[in-house]
């Protein structure tokens, strides 16, 4: 204890970069995120199936290619019509990673466990120049 007390600077700076080391960790241990190289390697791996959950005028305006539109809103109805097999991956997509990561709750209690949300959503995945349609 008295090694602590005496040494009180030594341990904040030694418990500020633990901090910072693990922040990343911590940061990306959302429900199911996954990052755009991780999203690519599954879409061409294990034909994971892309389900964009923008509303309809966002979705005209830009997705990722291949995906289909569901909106947030009508998930639970239409997405057990859209993806059959429970057992493929999905990634989950929307403008900024918010209501995907919402959708992926929604998925899941839906039974599909390799559901995950895109992190960063579609602005992540123009970011890192990977291919957008729109219409």
Not at 60 to 66: D, I
């Amino acid at each position: 204890m008295k090694f602590i007390l005496d040494n009180w600077m030594l341990m904040a700076v030694a418990l500020t970069s633990a901090g910072m080391l693990f922040w990343p960790v911590l940061k990306g241990a959302g429900a199911g995120t996954l990052s755009t190289q991780g999203a690519v390697q599954l879409i061409n791996r294990e034909k994971a199936v892309v389900i964009d959950v923008c509303e309809a005028n966002e979705f005209v305006a830009g997705h990722v290619g291949g995906a289909r539109n569901i909106p947030l809103n009508q998930l639970e109805e239409k997405l057990p019509g859209a993806v059959k097999n429970k057992a493929l991956p999905v990634i989950l997509v929307c403008q900024s990673g918010a209501r995907s990561n919402r959708a992926v709750a929604v998925a899941k209690k839906l039974g599909y466990e390799n559901a995950q949300s895109l992190a960063g959503g579609l602005g992540a995945w123009r970011t890192a120049n990977l291919p957008v349609e729109k219409g």
